[in-house]
């Protein structure tokens, strides 16, 4: 409740402030994170107060995440070392939340530093320490994305066994699920699945699962959803590159260009670098085929 002159209460005015920085994460608007974190964190890093200190764990976990979208990783890591030390503690369940998404961002930090055994072990240690509690407020989130991000450390590792059978279980579960939260983790769980399929050589029903992620997502506009169906798209593309496939690769490629649109959004650069760079090179290919086609000599 505001107080009598009508601003809202130091918890309440935080929390808003943590909620729109993940907001800002999520929609790829990170420079306008970082000062809302800073805002919170210089303000109550030394209250004593349970929901300020919640925040305040926030604030570095949001920041840290922010940071690595801008590519310094290792000062992110920084921020969540912060989190672990200062909030964590099994006997401060009020604290939790801080301390998950402080553990899930640092997973998927060392994934992007390609320290996937440190990931995968951040990521299991997470979930031994909340999965049980996954239905407290705040947790079943940050829980449920770790079992997702899970499954891209097993592939990254190339265990594509666990990462098949672990997907394939989440989709089960996710099934007629319109939940907007689980419709998202439902297509990071058919990306991983089908990149474990391709990981394990059955390349025709890799291409089916990638192309059941475009089918299904291709008309969403949330900026997630857009980035995983380029990588879905780019996944099937690989493929057709690996079987050399290339008038097939090549339309995979354009379909790349065709979904990020004139403009593309920051999630959606590595996928159209990709798909430039290797139209390039198959259409030097397939051009190279047609003159050696032209040069042999006809039958008679």
Not at 82 to 99: D, T
């Amino acid at each position: 409740m505001p107080d009598a002159e009508g601003a809202a209460p130091p918890e309440v005015e935080a929390k808003e402030k943590m909620d729109r920085a993940r907001a800002c994460i999520r929609s790829g608007e990170v420079e306008e994170a970082i000062p809302l974190c800073d805002a919170v964190y210089r303000r109550f890093t030394l209250s004593k107060v349970p929901a300020l200190q919640l925040q305040v764990a926030r604030a570095l976990g949001h920041r840290g995440a922010a940071i690595a979208e801008q590519g310094m990783f290792n000062e992110a890591l920084v921020h969540f070392d912060e989190v672990e030390r200062r909030f964590w503690s099994p006997r401060r369940p009020e604290l939790w939340e801080g301390v998950a998404w402080g553990m899930l961002y640092r997973a998927r930090v060392l994934l992007e530093m390609d320290r996937e055994d440190m990931g995968r072990n951040w990521l299991e240690r997470m979930l031994s320490r909340f999965k049980a509690f996954a239905q407290r407020p705040g947790l079943r989130i940050p829980v449920e994305m770790a079992r997702t991000v899970l499954l891209a450390a097993h592939n990254q590792g190339q265990r594509f066994e666990e990462a098949l059978s672990q997907s394939e279980a989440l989709l089960k579960e996710y099934e007629g699920n319109t939940e907007p939260f689980l419709v998202e983790q439902t297509a990071v769980a058919l990306c991983q699945r089908a990149v474990a399929l391709a990981g394990l050589g059955h390349m025709e029903e890799a291409l089916e699962a990638f192309d059941e992620v475009d089918v299904r997502y291709c008309e969403d506009t949330d900026p997630r959803i857009r980035a995983l169906v380029s990588s879905a798209l780019m996944g099937r593309a690989l493929v057709l590159l690996r079987e050399e496939l290339l008038p097939e690769a090549l339309g995979a490629l354009d379909a790349i260009l065709e979904h990020a649109g004139p403009n593309p959004g920051w999630r959606l650069m590595e996928p159209v670098n990709f798909a430039k760079f290797h139209r390039e090179v198959v259409e030097r290919e397939l051009q190279l085929e047609r003159e050696r086609a032209a040069r042999r000599p006809k039958p008679r």
